[in-house]
């Protein structure tokens, strides 16, 4: 009799130690598959999502080009929220247009500018830019004070003279950006700007 009953105990060990040999082979064939899921969607969004591609040093850099006529009102605003974009490579080019309202004076007190020698890219007739003014604590902020009045478009060229970077983007001093609008701009021209070919986008 006890032989009997240890013939099935051992039957009854053997058959739960090949259940579960196979329920771990079957957790384990899942958790595999489960991962390899997770790492083939990871890599279709690495390969569709535009803000991922440009989490690296390989996004274009960007000038956004401000031109500011009697806009004191909204000019920090607008230069802060710019300055905040969470963007690999930008500077912001404001330029000054004559104001009479004190746009100028605006900007030298909220971010502490001061006079500034930056060269020039392009030509610039001699004696339309009054005065440069930039920061150490802001190397991406440029301010040019224009000599007399020209209008937009006249600032916007000035503006461009001194831009850095190849890709370059006419803003208005109320102009509200999100980080993904300037990823899905320079998004068609990754990997083909260099510094001697400026290519300009338009914003109004």
Do not use: C
């Not at 009854?12 to 329920?23: C, G, K, M, P």
């Not at 401000?66 to 009102?73: S, V």
Request: charged letters at 20%; zero cysteines.
């Amino acid at each position: 009799m006890w032989l009997d009953a240890i013939d099935w105990g051992t039957w009854i060990a053997t058959v739960l130690l090949i259940y579960s040999a196979f329920a771990f082979a079957a957790q384990l064939a899942l958790g595999l598959l489960a991962s390899d899921e997770v790492g083939g969607q990871r890599r279709r969004r690495a390969l569709t999502d535009p803000l991922h591609l440009f989490e690296s040093d390989q996004a274009p850099a960007i000038s956004i080009l401000l031109p500011a006529r009697n806009d004191a009102d909204t000019i920090e605003e607008t230069v802060r929220s710019l300055l905040a974009l969470d963007y690999p490579a930008l500077e912001v080019v404001v330029v000054n247009d004559h104001s009479s309202d004190g746009t100028l004076d605006r900007l030298i007190a909220a971010f502490a500018l001061r006079a500034s020698k930056r060269t020039p890219i392009g030509s610039v007739p001699h004696g339309s830019v009054r005065a440069l003014y930039g920061t150490p604590a802001l190397p991406g902020l440029t301010v040019i004070d224009l000599a007399r009045p020209g209008g937009r478009a006249r600032a916007a060229g000035f503006a461009l003279a001194y831009a850095r970077h190849p890709l370059v983007l006419v803003a208005d001093s109320d102009t509200v950006l999100e980080r993904e609008t300037l990823v899905r701009l320079a998004l068609p021209f990754k990997g083909r700007t260099t510094p001697s070919t400026p290519t300009t986008e338009s914003s109004s």
